[in-house]
């Protein structure tokens, strides 16, 4: 039977058992399914206007649900448990478990995340923190070398990487909490897509080889990823992962205790013992996940809602937009020099204050409030000229460099009751440690070197950090994603994310600002070039895309540019309008995939 067919054998099972499940768990359906406002309001609007033919970029549109993700069979796997009768968290429940087959280079089980939802039924929003933590043995000095300079090879790519691993405690929490269907129901396809195999795609074929070098020196891992002679798989081919559908299996019978206690615990500890990892039995059984309130903050009407510390994006993105609220961007002009110069210099001072106040909530005081509070981004808004970029040497003392990185994945969801998620989950690089345990089929993450190894120097993403974020036995590193959801009119109206480190904040930032100030639809809002400014290294790197005139000028107030020799991060959004859903895959990378109905 080939893979398709199989797929789809197994999401009509699904729709039987689903009609025997959905009375169980009935709080997060509506009553009246057809009777939504939003399925009123489509019917009503379906002479307007839905899509602007005046516009470069459209987004896809569709009705009832919907999965934006990095990656096709995986958004599918989505959508297909949104038709079935699943509600958006057992469609983003599935579809994490599917890109853990599907997409190995950021999807993933050894990884973590952060899930954000709105909850349409209570009309509020949560968030599941689902971060990997430091193990028990962790040593703040335990990436230094006899010098004290940090074995970049140790921190990113041995044992002593990996976190305690939280994607999996995450992905179930959320699926009992707030799901409609049964864990085996979102769990059957990802099982059925590693044991049929999957039909070798452009993007897998390109991304295996671009990492082939570091992936072969794990034996485990060029088991899983090369053939038996050593090859590479061919695209068109069938890659079968029959270790991982068996780790799958175990989650879907046991739950949380198939992964963290039993065989598949006993194998990631026999691998740690083989090599000097430091994860153990107690803290695989010790992993828990935080269920936190989300960090929010009004620009102009919206609400924008997104992830609270241990990662830095909502206060970040929210303390950003409350210094540029104080400006007529729309007069400066989208992509203009003055547009452009007031995103770097706004971002500049956030960036610096990540490196001083934000850490783990858990162990550290992180002032939330004091740095996304308005009067706060009012006096800081006072430190930035219109004309003259300020020095990051003057903003606060630092220094370094370093190039940003790798992989991370996020995809958005929206159903037919009102329900949105918003999921960024990551093993950090593209494919983690690159060591991956065997039996299990899974990559482990190298989360560890998020920790500040070496307070007061830049990490792997050039970001410089503090002590606030120095390694700790037990302590979440800190991190950048930041899974968005903006609210108007009190209802969700755009949920996005991005991959990219220290990018994602502004990566977010831009995307949400093109929507809300300047009125894009969501595909316009991906496309147009991005810049990026961290406060160190002190450089403005723009995207290609802005005009020679904008450069000019920018050169002109002093910023020190880097012009296209990269992209800034890779969204998965989706916009909620009339009743319509809009959604938009970043063209940066490829892949990408809208799934709706
Ligand atoms: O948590 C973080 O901020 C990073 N570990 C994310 C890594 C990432 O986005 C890499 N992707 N491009």
Redesign the pocket.
Known sequence: MNNLRLLLLTLSLLSVLSACTTNAKTQYTQSAKTETPEAKAAQSHIQTPIINYKERFLPVVAQHGMVVGAEKLAAEVGMEILRVGGNAVDAAVATGFALAVTYPR?GNLAGGGFMLIHLAEENRQTLIDYREIAPAAATRDMFLDEEGNVDKMREYFSLTSSGVPGTVAGLLYAQEKYGILSRAQVLAPAIALAEDGLIVSFSHYYEINARADQLRKNAEAARLFFKPDGSAYEIGETWRQPDLAWTLSEISKRGADGFYSGAVAQRITDEMKSGGGLITAADLAGYSVVERQPVRGMYKGFEVISTPPP?SGGVHIVQILSILEGYDLQAMGQGSASYVHHLAESMKLAYADRSQYLGDPDYVNVPVAALTDKAYAARQRKRISSSAATPSVEIAPGKLVGDE????THYSVADRFGNVVANTY?L???FGSHIAVPGTGMLLNN?MG?FASKPGTANAYGLVQGDANSIEPGKR?L???SPTIVLHEGKPWLATGS???SV?ISTVLQTILNAMEFDMNIATAAAAPRMHHQWLPDELKLEEGFSPDTIKLLREMGHTLDVGNRTTGRTNSIMLENGWLYGATDTRRPGGWVAGY
């Open positions: 950021a990662s990185s790798t992989d991370t990551t950090n690089f593209s989360e998020d590193p991190s950048s994603m991959p990219g480190g994602i």
